[in-house]
């Protein structure tokens, strides 16, 4: 399964437009969001531009109400934090890192993606794989977001501006 994990988009519906377009390029079947889209209207412009099941969690810059998420079919909404499986991986996912305790208390997690950092950092901790994409919306680094093959289990980091 092909899968981007974004976040910190900040409402830049220009990087975004970008990132989901080589998510259609790709075959990108899922897209992984650790948080801050902002607005509604980029929620909107996120769940009409990919066709495939999106994960959000909430980040601390969210402008948007938790009901207006709940028209979207193809976005699984788990509030501040949340655990889903995918092929046969476990994931975490928060926004804030030091939600990450938090999100290990909920049950097994091969990988904990993250984000409010902006600085895209991937290592491995206690046999558990924890990757910030960094920022798509290119506040404090360059626009940043991750491609993970699960069938390889193979981990990239893309750079927007280098696509």
């Known amino acids: 399964m092909n899968i981007a994990i974004i976040s910190d988009i900040h409402d830049n519906k220009v990087n975004l437009n970008k990132c989901l377009a080589w998510c259609e390029n790709n075959n990108i079947e899922e897209l992984i969001c650790c948080g801050d889209v902002t607005n509604i209207d980029t929620v909107d412009k996120m769940a009409k531009g990919f066709s495939g099941t999106i994960h959000l969690v909430n980040g601390n810059v969210n402008l948007y109400k938790e009901k207006d998420i709940n028209k979207y079919a193809n976005i699984n909404n788990y509030g501040r934090l949340g655990c889903f499986k995918v092929d046969k991986y476990y994931i975490g996912l928060c926004h804030e890192p030091f939600l990450i305790e938090e999100v ?3 049950g097994r997690c091969d990988y904990i993606f993250y984000g409010h950092t ?3 950092w991937i290592e491995e901790k206690n046999k558990i794989n924890m990757v910030n994409p960094g920022a798509l919306g ?12 699960t069938t390889k289990n193979k981990i990239e980091l893309k750079i927007l501006d280098r696509l």
Request: glycine residues 6%; hydrophobic residues 30%; charged residues 40%.
């Open 118 to 120: 902006h600085r895209p």
């Open 138 to 149: 290119g506040m404090l680094e360059r626009s940043t977001f991750v491609y993970w093959d």
């Open 104 to 106: 290990k208390k909920r």
